[in-house]
């Protein structure tokens, strides 16, 4: 995050589906970085701040897509 100015984005993603790797890894990097906060993104079933893509439902390779931004302002 230190690298990210106030209100810049950070997009992680994988092309695998193991909780390490997608909603655990998203929670520890918002536990760790507390000046992020998620961001909805545009996915094929509505916006969502994680976003999967399946290849039996979507038609393309495993996906999985998180965005977070940068706060203004520190919390609390």
Same mark, same amino acid.
């Given at each position: 995050?230190? !690298? !990210?100015?106030? #209100? #810049?984005?950070?997009?992680?993603?994988?092309?695998?589906? %193991?909780? *390490?790797?997608? +909603?655990?890894?998203?929670?520890?990097? !918002?536990?760790? $970085?507390?000046?992020?906060?998620?961001v909805?993104?545009? #996915? %094929?079933? #509505?916006?969502? +701040?994680? $976003?999967? !893509?399946? %290849?039996?439902?979507?038609?393309?390779?495993?996906?999985? $897509?998180? *965005?977070?931004?940068?706060?203004?302002?520190?919390?609390?």
């Amino acid at each position: 995050a230190g !690298l !990210l100015r106030a #209100g #810049g984005r950070l997009v992680y993603s994988v092309c695998t589906f %193991p909780r *390490a790797e997608t +909603d655990a890894a998203c929670d520890a990097i !918002l536990r760790r $970085v507390p000046e992020l906060e998620p961001v909805e993104i545009a #996915g %094929p079933d #509505g916006p969502a +701040d994680r $976003v999967r !893509l399946w %290849p039996h439902r979507h038609g393309c390779d495993a996906m999985f $897509v998180a *965005a977070f931004r940068r706060r203004e302002t520190a919390p609390g």
